[in-house]
């Protein structure tokens, strides 16, 4: 059983290269029980990668991650967490009922087709089209899908990959809603996106990833009068403006 007091998640000094390409340079932050967590950062910056380190699809080079104290690299670690990848893709001959049966046996675990069609409703999804193929689901459709899988299985941590990926604005915000209700119900998660306004809205804190560090850990509305900016998302291109700045200088 998972430690209350235990945290979610321990990244500490984690560095990964790829060859000559450095993408992670000693990155460092621990989660607390219970918070949203946002990752930022431009495309190739690192996060996916350090997501995979998480989930241990791949090796980091030096430093080490935990979840509840657990190396990431175990299989324990891995049964107290959800993830949702960036490019979700269901099999497209398996009905939706069925590819969230899969998804919940995994974790020992029923499906609730109740559970299931009131889920589908909460993230804007027809419960009918759940009898029917995902090869006929749209795009936003899909990703609901997935969705609907991560947050079934019920563990205490979730990562989600660009989980606002296809879905229009009224998804979205039924999205952020169903996140904000998982951690009113103790769970921690722990999500990537380019939608600045989404991670500026929801999160207890932010951290931001540039130039292989973690270049910002903390809330994001005390990041944005740091850079004399009322958006997350100007707040961040100052930011990492500056960084370069600081980069070429130093060249």
């Given at each position: 059983m998972t430690s209350p007091t235990a945290s979610p998640l321990v990244v500490d000094a984690v560095s990964k290269s790829y060859g000559t390409q450095h993408v992670l340079d000693a990155i460092s932050f621990t989660l607390n029980p219970g918070e949203i967590f946002g990752l930022i950062g431009l495309n190739g910056a690192g996060k996916t990668t350090l997501i995979k380190i998480l989930l241990d699809l791949t090796t980091a080079d030096s430093g080490q991650a935990r979840i509840?104290?657990?190396?990431?690299?175990?299989?324990?670690?891995?049964?107290?967490?959800?993830?949702?990848?960036?490019?979700?893709?269901?099999?497209?001959?398996?009905?939706?009922?069925?590819?969230?049966?899969?998804?919940?046996?995994?974790?020992?675990?029923?499906?609730?087709?109740?559970?299931?069609?009131?889920?589908?409703?909460?993230?804007?999804?027809?419960?009918?089209?759940?009898?029917?193929?995902?090869?006929?689901?749209?795009?936003?459709?899909?990703?609901?899908?997935?969705?609907?899988?991560?947050f079934m299985v019920d563990q205490p941590f979730m990562i989600l990959d660009e989980p606002m990926s296809g879905l229009d604005p009224r998804a979205?915000?039924?999205?952020?809603?169903?996140?904000?209700?998982?951690?009113?119900?103790?769970?921690?998660?722990?999500?990537?996106?380019?939608?600045?306004?989404?991670?500026?809205?929801?999160?207890?804190?932010?951290?931001?990833?540039?130039?292989?560090?973690?270049?910002?850990?903390?809330?994001?509305?005390?990041?944005?009068?740091?850079?004399?900016?009322?958006?997350?998302?100007?707040?961040?291109l100052r930011a990492i403006g500056e960084q370069e700045a600081l980069k070429n200088s130093a060249a």
């Open positions: 509840f104290n657990e190396g990431s690299n175990s299989v324990k670690a891995r049964t107290q967490l959800s993830y949702l990848p960036e490019k979700f893709t269901p099999s497209r001959y398996l009905r939706g009922v069925e590819h969230l049966a899969l998804a919940l046996s995994y974790y020992g675990k029923k499906l609730d087709l109740e559970k299931a069609k009131a889920l589908a409703t909460d993230l804007d999804l027809d419960p009918e089209v759940l009898t029917g193929k995902v090869g006929s689901y749209s795009k936003g459709m899909g990703q609901k899908l997935g969705l609907m899988g991560a979205r915000i039924k999205l952020k809603d169903v996140m904000l209700r998982a951690k009113g119900e103790g769970k921690t998660l722990f999500f990537s996106s380019h939608i600045l306004s989404d991670i500026d809205e929801i999160c207890d804190r932010i951290g931001i990833i540039h130039n292989q560090k973690l270049v910002y850990l903390g809330t994001a509305s005390e990041f944005k009068p740091t850079f004399r900016e009322s958006t997350l998302e100007r707040a961040f």
